[in-house]
Nanobody, 122 residues
Framework: VQLQASGGGLVQPGGSLTLSCAATEGTISTYAMAWFRQAPGKEREFVAVMSWTAKRLHLADSVRGRFRISRNNVKNTVYLQMTNVNSEDTAAYYC????????????????WGQGTLVTVSS
């Protein structure tokens, strides 16, 4: 599976942005899909994960209540809807896929997309 993330850009504090991750080769329909982010000078951190059925999901404490993960297996795409963003959300955001759902942020993911940069600034 090859993944391509998009939708990043400049957003004001308190604003909203939706990221997309599309499979350009292969299908995501049987994979758990996740979003991670890496801020400048910091380690990569888990943001959200959703099972292939979309019946199970988990979000990091730092984004719960503000971000929403969703997927459309027909469109072969997973989304990250970001609302009420703040400066701490500034990061490169990466999507990833793995065979099997896990809440753990430390499990290995099999496929990664390139990052899409989100900058929160006024």
């Amino acid at each position: 599976v090859q993944l391509q993330a998009s939708g990043g850009g400049l957003v004001q504090p308190g604003g909203s942005l939706t990221l997309s991750c599309a499979a350009t080769e292969g299908t995501i329909s049987t994979y758990a899909m996740a979003w991670f982010r890496q801020a400048p000078g910091k380690e990569r951190e888990f943001v959200a994960v959703m099972s292939w059925t979309a019946k199970r999901l988990h979000l990091a404490d730092s984004v719960r209540g503000r971000f929403r993960i969703s997927r459309n297996n027909v469109k072969n795409t997973v989304y990250l809807q970001m609302t009420n963003v703040n400066s701490e959300d500034t990061a490169a955001y990466y999507c990833a896929a793995r065979d099997g759902y896990s809440d753990s942020p430390k499990v290995r993911y099999d496929y990664w997309g390139q990052g899409t940069l989100v900058t929160v600034s006024s």
